[in-house]
């Protein structure tokens, strides 16, 4: 981190390579979840508009719950709930990462399902007429129509995963939350909460700024095409 | 004449949506290379019966055989039944994200499963059969309307169906580009496949139409040769109809 205490001073320098490093932490839950939560969203969308009723009430249940329960709870269920109550241990990151999945899942499955669905009847219709499975159908006409609509509300909720992934921070997930929190909770002078959590901050709004951008950008290639 | 081989046999059909009766007791039998004109005032039920023949639509009770295949609600593999029955939609219904011959070629790929060349050599011979063959790498928004429901047309029959449903395949159409699709679709009928045109184009029912039929409500209530349909109507509201067409 010398490049970091040459910028800043060896104190603020310090502080702020730890910030950094525990950074990593925050986008590798973000990616997971990310990864995570889209195949599972990906398979939910598929139940969600499949003719089997099942599935169909599978999914629907499963969209209900997932989002009907803040994250925060769904966090302390996995990472302190369920340890305890069945006396396993399980690791934060592993708490952590099927929380924000599940959340993220549920989600996402309602983002694509609306994309799916503003496809026309006429789409489908077309695809059966000429022979198609419901899979083929889904795969090959209405998918791709469907992606372009989907992909900038899919960056946007990428925003929403990491700042979600704070949130980790309460069942000891070492994020950059967590190490904002520690170094702000230490005695040392010049480490005050009102100087720690705007670094916070700021590097938050490095991670999600960007895909923001990104995100209006795809909407205005969406529109124009 | 044997049941076996006829191109589609009704009998006793009718549909529901929820409490509405929208097909009421349609018996219709159609032999191979017979040409279908049905016309009816909107509402009467013509676009819903040929939607069942692909069952686009399902039925609630009777029976329907499409060449050989009985149709039933909940069928398990309409594809089968889909794959000699092909269909061209009012709105064309091409798909957007392809190019025409694309738009061609996916089909027989997907649900025929035949190779990249052969689907291309068939797309190109429909494409040139329905006159459109330089438009085949452009996309579907890039044609008029016209050009649009010929391309529809030719991506059915690449399937190389026996049996061609079209709803009122011209009635989106400005009224300068309806003459080049009816005159595709007259072609296509003197080739002697089996056709049922749900249309209100008259000229067309005269000039290819073995069979006239007449829907009001739900039910067939008349149906003849064109030229005793259009110069002697039985049915009172056959004859207010083409009073009102004509």
């Known amino acids: 981190m010398n490049f970091m205490e040459n910028l800043f001073g060896p104190f603020y320098g310090n502080m702020i390579g730890l910030l950094l490093s525990a950074t990593r932490y925050t986008i590798y839950l973000s990616l997971a979840a990310f990864f995570g939560g889209g195949l599972l969203g990906l398979i ?15 999914a629907t249940g499963y969209i209900w719950l997932f989002q009907s329960i803040p994250l925060l709870m769904l966090l302390f269920l996995l990472g302190l709930g369920v340890p305890t109550f069945y006396q396993i241990d399980i690791p934060p990151w592993l708490a952590a990462g099927t929380a924000l999945t599940l959340f993220t899942s549920a989600y996402m499955s309602e983002v694509w399902r609306g994309a799916l669905e503003s496809i026309p009847t006429g789409q489908w219709e077309a695809g059966k007429a000429v022979g198609l499975t419901f899979m083929q159908n889904l795969c090959w006409i209405i998918a791709p129509q469907a992606f372009r609509i989907a992909i900038p509300s899919t960056v946007g909720f990428m925003i929403q995963v990491i700042k979600g992934t704070s949130m980790a921070y309460i069942i000891d997930y070492d994020d950059l939350m967590r190490w904002g929190k520690r170094i702000a909770n230490s005695q040392l002078d010049g480490a005050e909460p009102f100087v720690v959590f705007p670094i916070v901050a700021l590097i938050y ?6 895909l923001s951008l990104w995100a209006k950008h795809l909407e205005k290639q969406a529109r124009d095409s | 004449m044997n049941k076996e081989n006829l191109a589609i046999s009704i009998s006793g059909m009718s549909k529901w949506y929820d409490d509405f009766k929208v097909l009421t007791d349609i018996d219709l039998s159609v032999t191979f290379g017979e040409r279908i004109v049905i016309c009816g005032p909107s509402g009467s039920g013509k676009s819903t019966l040929i939607r069942c023949l692909n069952h686009l639509e399902e039925h609630q009770k009777g029976s329907i055989v499409v ?3 009985e149709l039933y609600p909940g069928m398990k593999n309409p594809e089968l039944v889909r794959r000699t029955v092909g269909m061209v939609f009012q709105s064309f219904n091409l798909f957007p994200h392809l190019t025409i ?6 089909p027989q790929r997907r649900a025929l499963k035949r190779s990249k060349e052969q689907a291309r050599e068939v797309a190109m011979k429909f494409l040139e059969r329905v006159k459109i063959p330089e438009q085949a790498d452009k996309y579907p928004r890039q044609l008029s309307g016209g050009q649009q429901q010929r391309v529809a047309i030719a991506r059915a029959l690449c399937m190389e169906p026996k049996i061609m449903l079209f709803d009122e395949p011209t009635s989106a159409l400005d009224p300068e580009m309806v003459s080049e699709v009816l005159d595709t679709m007259i072609e296509l009928a003197l080739s002697g496949i089996t056709m049922l045109c749900v249309t209100h184009e008259m000229g067309f029912a005269r000039k290819v139409a073995d069979r006239v039929i007449f829907m009001d409500t739900g039910q067939i209530i008349e149906s ?4 005793t349909f259009f110069s002697q109507p039985k049915h009172p509201r056959a004859k207010e109809f083409l009073g009102q067409i004509l």
């Open chain 1, 44 to 58: 939910l969308t598929v139940f969600k508009i499949s003719p089997s009723r099942i599935l169909r009430w599978f």
């Open chain 1, 205 to 210: 709004f490095s991670l999600c700024f960007p």
């Open chain 2, 67 to 69: 060449d050989g295949i």
């Open chain 2, 101 to 106: 011959l694309e738009n061609c070629i996916l």
């Open chain 2, 224 to 227: 003849n040769a064109p030229e």
